[in-house]
Protein backbone atom coordinates (compact mmCIF):
# COMPACT_ATOMS: atom_id res chain seq x y z
CA UNK A 1 0.00 0.00 0.00
CA UNK A 2 1.04 3.64 -0.39
CA UNK A 3 1.87 5.76 2.20
CA UNK A 4 1.24 9.15 0.32
CA UNK A 5 -0.88 11.50 1.82
CA UNK A 6 -3.67 12.70 -0.14
CA UNK A 7 -2.06 16.53 -0.40
CA UNK A 8 1.21 14.88 -1.86
CA UNK A 9 -0.77 12.90 -3.93
CA UNK A 10 -2.55 15.90 -5.62
CA UNK A 11 0.74 17.78 -5.73
CA UNK A 12 1.85 15.14 -7.98
CA UNK A 13 -1.02 14.92 -9.73
CA UNK A 14 -0.90 18.87 -10.64
CA UNK A 15 3.23 18.59 -11.30
CA UNK A 16 2.11 15.79 -14.06
CA UNK A 17 -0.85 17.65 -15.72
CA UNK A 18 1.59 20.99 -15.87
CA UNK A 19 4.30 18.99 -17.90
CA UNK A 20 2.05 17.56 -19.58
CA UNK A 21 0.28 20.89 -20.81
CA UNK A 22 4.22 21.92 -20.98
CA UNK A 23 4.98 19.19 -23.53
CA UNK A 24 1.54 19.67 -25.47
CA UNK A 25 2.60 24.10 -25.60
CA UNK A 26 -0.56 24.93 -23.54
CA UNK A 27 1.92 27.52 -21.77
CA UNK A 28 -0.81 29.16 -19.62
CA UNK A 29 -2.50 26.12 -18.27
CA UNK A 30 0.49 24.83 -17.45
CA UNK A 31 1.84 27.96 -15.31
CA UNK A 32 -1.02 27.75 -13.33
CA UNK A 33 -0.56 24.09 -13.07
CA UNK A 34 2.88 24.54 -11.86
CA UNK A 35 1.58 27.31 -9.31
CA UNK A 36 -0.72 25.12 -7.43
CA UNK A 37 1.34 21.91 -7.68
CA UNK A 38 4.30 24.08 -5.82
CA UNK A 39 1.27 25.38 -3.08
CA UNK A 40 0.86 21.64 -2.40
CA UNK A 41 3.92 20.87 -2.05
CA UNK A 42 5.24 23.63 -0.04
CA UNK A 43 2.24 22.30 2.59
CA UNK A 44 3.05 18.75 2.58
CA UNK A 45 6.71 19.96 3.44
CA UNK A 46 5.50 22.40 6.00
CA UNK A 47 2.68 20.04 7.91
CA UNK A 48 2.81 16.53 6.08
CA UNK A 49 6.48 15.48 5.46
CA UNK A 50 8.12 13.40 7.52
CA UNK A 51 12.29 13.07 7.07
CA UNK A 52 14.56 15.51 6.15
CA UNK A 53 14.94 13.14 2.75
CA UNK A 54 11.83 13.78 1.70
CA UNK A 55 11.72 17.25 2.83
CA UNK A 56 14.69 17.70 0.12
CA UNK A 57 13.29 15.94 -2.21
CA UNK A 58 10.33 17.62 -2.41
CA UNK A 59 12.15 21.82 -1.48
CA UNK A 60 14.03 20.34 -4.74
CA UNK A 61 11.24 19.83 -7.25
CA UNK A 62 9.56 22.64 -5.71
CA UNK A 63 12.76 25.08 -6.96
CA UNK A 64 12.28 23.28 -10.62
CA UNK A 65 9.03 23.82 -10.93
CA UNK A 66 8.89 27.73 -9.77
CA UNK A 67 11.76 27.91 -12.42
CA UNK A 68 9.97 26.50 -15.33
CA UNK A 69 6.92 28.46 -14.11
CA UNK A 70 9.11 31.79 -14.16
CA UNK A 71 10.22 30.84 -17.55
CA UNK A 72 6.56 30.14 -18.72
CA UNK A 73 5.53 33.27 -17.16
CA UNK A 74 8.31 35.25 -18.99
CA UNK A 75 7.65 33.47 -22.29
CA UNK A 76 3.85 34.76 -22.11
CA UNK A 77 4.49 37.96 -21.40
CA UNK A 78 7.16 38.47 -23.69
CA UNK A 79 4.16 37.09 -26.42
CA UNK A 80 1.93 39.65 -25.00
CA UNK A 81 4.23 42.17 -25.47
CA UNK A 82 4.55 41.55 -29.39
CA UNK A 83 0.90 40.84 -30.20
CA UNK A 84 0.39 44.40 -28.85
CA UNK A 85 0.00 47.12 -31.58
CA UNK A 86 3.20 46.77 -33.67
CA UNK A 87 5.53 49.78 -33.00
CA UNK A 88 6.44 52.04 -36.26
CA UNK A 89 10.09 52.14 -37.36
CA UNK A 90 11.93 54.58 -35.54
CA UNK A 91 9.63 54.92 -32.43
CA UNK A 92 10.53 54.29 -29.26
CA UNK A 93 8.39 50.90 -27.64
CA UNK A 94 6.65 51.42 -24.56
CA UNK A 95 9.43 49.56 -22.92
CA UNK A 96 12.17 51.90 -24.54
CA UNK A 97 10.46 54.98 -22.84
CA UNK A 98 10.93 53.44 -19.68
CA UNK A 99 14.92 52.83 -19.78
CA UNK A 100 17.01 50.31 -19.08
CA UNK A 101 17.13 50.29 -15.44
CA UNK A 102 13.74 48.11 -15.15
CA UNK A 103 15.23 44.89 -17.19
CA UNK A 104 14.69 41.97 -14.95
CA UNK A 105 13.10 44.38 -12.35
CA UNK A 106 10.24 43.70 -13.31
CA UNK A 107 9.39 40.28 -11.56
CA UNK A 108 9.12 41.30 -8.13
CA UNK A 109 5.76 43.66 -9.21
CA UNK A 110 4.23 39.86 -9.39
CA UNK A 111 2.78 39.36 -5.98
CA UNK A 112 2.28 35.85 -6.76
CA UNK A 113 5.77 35.24 -7.52
CA UNK A 114 6.37 37.39 -4.40
CA UNK A 115 4.38 35.11 -2.18
CA UNK A 116 5.70 31.78 -3.57
CA UNK A 117 9.46 32.72 -3.18
CA UNK A 118 8.46 33.68 0.47
CA UNK A 119 6.68 30.43 1.26
CA UNK A 120 10.10 28.65 -0.45
CA UNK A 121 11.80 30.43 1.63
CA UNK A 122 10.07 30.17 4.67
CA UNK A 123 10.13 26.28 4.68
CA UNK A 124 13.65 26.14 3.73
CA UNK A 125 14.72 28.32 6.92
CA UNK A 126 12.46 26.57 8.95
CA UNK A 127 13.94 22.93 8.60
CA UNK A 128 17.66 23.79 8.55
Known sequence: MSSTSPNLQKAIDLASKAAQEDK???YEEALQLYQHAVQYFL??????AQGDKAKQSIRAKCTEYLDRAE?????LKNKEKKAQ???KEGQ???ADEKGNDSDGEG????????KLQNQLQG???FHF
Not at 43 to 48: G, P
Not at 107 to 114: A, F, I, T
Request: aromatic letters at 10%; proline letters at 13%; one cysteine or more.
Open 24 to 26: AGN
Open 43 to 48: HVVKYE
Open 71 to 75: KLKEY
Open 85 to 87: KPV
Open 92 to 94: PSP
Open 107 to 114: ESDDPEKK
Open 123 to 125: CFR
